[in-house]
């Protein structure tokens, strides 16, 4: 498995992570979801780069 490979599982795998963040009920959890589903967009970006 390349490394494009394991960065797109590693983007769906974060799917139900910012989910679940996102209704979460504490403090910031709207920036903690954005910050997660930044890091899962700059893998993409990788991943093109990889490819």
């Known amino acids: 498995m390349g490394l ?4 797109t599982l590693l983007r769906v795998a ?3 992570l ?4 996102y209704i979460s009920d504490f403090g910031g959890h ?3 979801a954005t910050g997660l ?3 899962a ?3 993409d970006w990788f991943d093109g780069r990889a490819a």
Do not use: C, S
Request: glycine residues 4%; aromatic residues 20%.
């Open 4 to 7: 494009g490979d394991q960065l």
């Open 14 to 16: 974060a799917v139900p």
């Open 18 to 21: 910012v989910f679940a963040v």
């Open 30 to 32: 709207d920036w903690w």
């Open 37 to 39: 589903f930044i890091a």
């Open 41 to 43: 967009m700059t893998t």
